[in-house]
């Protein structure tokens, strides 16, 4: 399965954006891009994911290099409670198996 | 809205003794897992079901049992705890698209902490 390289931790202002970074040279075609988040003491919840094009909902923006071998999850204006971690995880379609890395915790700064 | 509700919050075992973690969806979903996480790493799955009377095994699968009778019901069963079963144990489930792989996203259930002594 194709791997995922996150940041350890990242610190960033309040009220300013966030650029979290993902790593995935060995992407293929078929695989899908994911981000989830895990708040402390909560289960993980689902913020976004594409293929190949840009995409935008209500909580985030996912923004994926050309050749698919990177990808930005940009969160616009931050809050104390974005404060989690950030799991960037590549999903192949028709496979069964979403797989977690240990993530990018995200420390905002008040 | 419940949706995937696991029980119990916590719990505490003795090495050798057995026990079954809950989980419930309500949301009519096909696909549902088991996670487990240990202090200070990312989730590993254990077992899915992609329905009812279907389970298959996931990266850390040795020392527990699933089944799926129902939709609704995925039950995670320890049948003799061991200490390094320690964890936060976590449900999750989803949608399967027309192409039998997974849609969008993956609901997750608000965790089962268990420990064995």
């Known amino acids: 399965d194709a791997k995922t ?3 350890n931790s990242m610190e960033s202002n309040e009220e300013e954006p966030v650029h979290l970074p993902c790593n995935h040279s060995t992407i293929s075609g078929t695989d899908y891009i994911h981000w989830y988040r895990q708040l402390p003491s909560q289960g993980p919840e689902y ?3 594409g293929l190949t094009s840009n995409v935008n909902n209500r909580m985030a923006s996912l923004a994926i290099a050309e050749d698919r071998k990177s990808s930005t999850l940009i969160l616009h204006r931050a809050t104390l409670r974005d404060a989690a971690v950030y799991y960037c995880i590549l999903y192949s379609f028709g496979n069964e198996k979403l797989t977690f890395g240990t ?3 995200l420390t905002i700064i008040p | 809205n419940a949706g995937v509700t696991q ?3 916590f719990q505490v075992l003795k090495t050798g003794q057995s026990m079954t973690l809950q989980c419930a969806q309500d949301m009519n979903h096909e696909y549902m897992s088991w996670y487990r996480q240990d202090p200070g790493m990312g989730l590993r799955l254990i077992h899915y079901s992609v329905g009812a009377g279907i389970t298959d095994q996931g990266e850390v699968p040795n020392g527990y ?3 799926r009778s129902t939709t609704e019901d995925f039950p995670l069963r320890l049948l003799s705890a061991a200490p390094s079963q320690t964890s936060v144990y976590f449900c999750a489930s989803s949608w399967r698209g027309p192409g039998q792989g997974l ?4 609901f ?3 965790g089962s902490r ?4």
């Open chain 2, 103 to 106: 849609i969008g996203e993956l």
């Open chain 2, 65 to 67: 049992n699933v089944s």
């Open chain 2, 108 to 110: 997750f259930g608000e």
């Open chain 2, 7 to 9: 029980t119990p919050k």
């Open chain 1, 47 to 49: 913020v976004i994911h």
């Open chain 1, 5 to 7: 390289t996150q940041p």
């Open chain 2, 114 to 117: 268990l420990t064995v002594l």
């Open chain 1, 103 to 105: 993530g990018t915790r």
